[in-house]
């Protein structure tokens, strides 16, 4: 199993952002997805999650301005990120657990059996 997180960058606060996780050698309609942040010194953050045929859920701090989503056909997840800023800056990680999650674990990194390789976010102006 691989995954490949891409789409990550420098942007202005205000900014949007679309990270894109591609996936190998699981199925993703199945899988508990998620997108993780961690910038130095602080423990990787959970920011979005999604189980399959569930609704999303968000950490509270990107509510209203982060989406994730999945495009099972592609076996590919996205994390669209609008309205980013300064304190969003961190290295974002694509997760993935082949099954359902329950409430309790899936915003617990270590829930996830698999792992892409981080891409690196910066808001600044």
């Known amino acids: 199993v691989q995954l490949q997180a891409s789409g990550g960058g420098l942007v202005q606060p205000g900014g949007s952002l679309r990270l894109t996780c591609a996936v190998s050698?699981?199925?993703?309609?199945?899988?508990?997805i998620g997108w993780f942040r961690r910038v130095p010194g602080m423990e990787r953050e959970g920011v979005a999650t999604?189980?399959?045929?569930?609704?999303?859920s968000y950490v509270d701090s990107v509510k209203g301005r982060f989406a994730i989503s999945r495009d099972n056909a592609k076996n590919t997840f996205y994390l669209q990120m609008n309205n980013l800023k300064p304190e969003d800056t961190a290295v974002y990680y694509c997760?993935?657990?082949?099954?359902?999650?329950?409430?309790?674990?899936?915003?617990?990194?270590?829930?996830?059996?698999?792992w892409g390789q981080g891409t690196e976010v910066t808001v600044s102006s």
């Open positions: 050698g699981l199925r993703l309609d199945s899988a508990t």
């Open positions: 999604s189980r399959p045929f569930e609704a999303s």
């Open positions: 997760a993935a657990y082949a099954g359902r999650l329950i409430t309790s674990a899936k915003w617990n990194p270590a829930s996830y059996t698999y």
